[in-house]
């Protein structure tokens, strides 16, 4: 299993940028790629991000395409999701997640960290 910590949420105005980090531990080394995903008031958890362990390759959700990016530190085992240009639709719990080597799903989760944008 692997163990995820989020950090870097907060309240900021429209237009502005944060920051958010996750830091694996535990079986970093079954890892196959990390993800962001969010879940707003009232609405189903969606799919942000994601970025393969190894290639580093990049995947997101239409919403977010450039402004977004997502990328990761191997030797740190840390990713990252930075936003900018937020709109008040991007508030959320955001949440870090991993999926492991021969997994079809994210079976590792973080506690979430609250982004909140205000107009």
């Known amino acids: 299993q692997v163990q995820l910590v989020e950090s870097g949420g907060g309240l900021v105005q429209a237009g502005g940028s944060l920051r958010l980090s996750c830091a694996a531990s535990?079986?970093?080394?079954?890892?196959?790629?990390m993800g962001w995903f969010r879940q707003a008031p009232g609405k189903d958890r969606e799919f942000v991000a994601r970025?393969?362990?190894?290639?580093?390759?990049?995947y997101y959700t239409d919403s977010v395409k450039g402004r977004f990016t997502i990328s990761r530190d191997n030797a740190k085992n840390t990713a990252v999701l930075q936003m900018n240009s937020l709109k008040p639709e991007d508030t959320a719990v955001y949440y870090c997640?991993?999926?492991?080597?021969?997994?079809?799903?994210?079976?590792?989760w973080g506690q979430g960290t609250q982004v909140t944008v205000s107009a």
């Open positions: 997640a991993a999926r492991m080597v021969r997994s079809s799903a994210f079976s590792s």
């Open positions: 535990g079986r970093t080394f079954s890892i196959n790629d």
């Open positions: 970025i393969t362990w190894s290639g580093g390759n990049t």
